[in-house]
C-alpha cells in the first residue's frame, strides 16, 4: 500500500524536519482537554481480563448475572458500554468497557458503594479465582468519534490500541479529525478513546463490523478514497506499537 516508498511527497521535508525540531505550543490548556468532547462530561473505563483457559465459560456466566445489576442500577452513576470476549488476538482474555456519567466524582462514588455491595465483593472474589491477570484504562473520548452508543447485532468488534510516541497525541487527534471522514459510510465506527490513567499515549479505536470479510472490504475501500492514503502516511510515524483485537460480545452487552 506503499506506506514504505522513499517517493517525494508534498510537504514532505517540512514534515522531516518536525521530526528533528520541537515546536513548543502556546496554548496553555491541558491536551485533554483540547481533544475531549466538551459536552458532556463522561469517563471511561477499559478493563482487560485474562481468564485461565478452564475458566472462561464459568467466568462468562458469573458476569452475564452480576453485570447487569449495575449496569441496571439507578443507584449507580455508571453504564456497561460493551463487554466482549477477544476472538483473534490474545486468547481467554474479557474485554469490558464503562462509561461513568459525571466523571471522576461519578467514579469514586460507584466505587464507594460497591464496596458496600456484599454481591459485588464476592463476585470480585470469586471472579479473581479465575483470573491469570488484570489491568484497567481510564480514558476521555476524542471530540471528533461517534459517541458509543447500544446498537443491534450480530456484530464482531475490533478494538485497535495504539501506543503514541510522547507527546504526539495532540498531532494524532488533528490528523484522526479528518481521517473519521473517511470511515463513517458503513457505519463501523463505534468510539475513539485516549488514556488519562494507566498506560499512557494510549488510543483505542472502537468497530463494528458484519463479519471478517466485510471488515476486510471497508477497509480495502477507504484506499480508494482521495486524501486516506496521506493521512495515513503522516500517523504512522506518531506510533510505537499498535495490537488489534477481533471481539465477540456477551449476549449481555449493549452492543451486539
Not at 518536525?18 to 466538551?38: E, W
Not at 447485532?153 to 471522514?181: C, D, F, H, K, V
Amino acid at each position: 500500500r506503499g506506506l514504505g516508498s522513499s517517493a517525494h511527497r508534498p510537504g514532505e521535508d517540512s514534515w522531516l524536519k518536525s521530526l528533528f525540531v520541537r515546536k513548543v505550543d502556546p496554548r496553555k490548556d491541558a491536551h485533554s482537554n483540547l481533544l475531549a468532547k466538551r459536552e458532556t462530561s463522561s469517563l471511561y473505563k477499559l478493563q482487560f481480563h485474562n481468564v485461565k483457559p478452564e475458566c472462561l465459560d464459568a467466568y462468562n456466566k458469573l458476569c452475564q448475572e452480576v453485570l447487569p445489576k449495575i449496569h441496571e442500577e439507578k443507584h449507580y452513576p455508571c453504564a456497561l458500554v460493551g463487554t466482549w470476549n477477544t476472538w483473534y488476538g490474545e486468547q481467554d482474555q474479557a474485554v469490558h468497557l464503562w462509561r461513568y456519567e459525571g466523571g471522576y466524582p461519578a467514579l469514586n462514588e460507584v466505587m464507594s458503594k460497591l464496596r458496600q455491595n456484599k454481591e459485588f465483593t464476592e463476585f470480585r472474589r470469586e471472579r479473581g479465582n479465575m483470573l491469570l491477570s488484570r489491568k484497567n484504562q481510564l480514558l476521555l473520548e476524542f471530540s471528533f468519534w461517534n459517541e458509543p452508543v447500544p446498537r443491534d447485532g450480530p456484530n464482531i468488534y475490533e478494538l485497535r490500541s495504539y501506543q503514541l510516541r510522547p507527546g504526539t497525541m495532540i498531532e494524532w487527534g488533528n490528523y484522526w479529525a479528518r481521517a473519521i471522514r473517511f470511515r463513517q459510510d458503513s457505519n463501523e465506527a463505534v468510539g475513539g478513546f485516549f488514556s488519562q490513567i494507566g498506560q499512557l499515549y494510549m488510543v483505542h479505536h472502537l468497530w463494528a463490523y458484519k463479519d471478517l470479510q466485510t471488515r476486510e472490504d471497508i477497509r480495502n475501500a477507504a484506499w480508494h478514497k482521495p486524501g486516506w492514503d496521506e493521512l495515513v502516511y503522516y500517523t504512522v510515524p506518531l506510533i510505537q506499537e499498535m495490537e488489534s483485537r477481533i471481539m465477540i460480545p456477551l449476549k449481555i452487552s449493549p452492543l451486539q
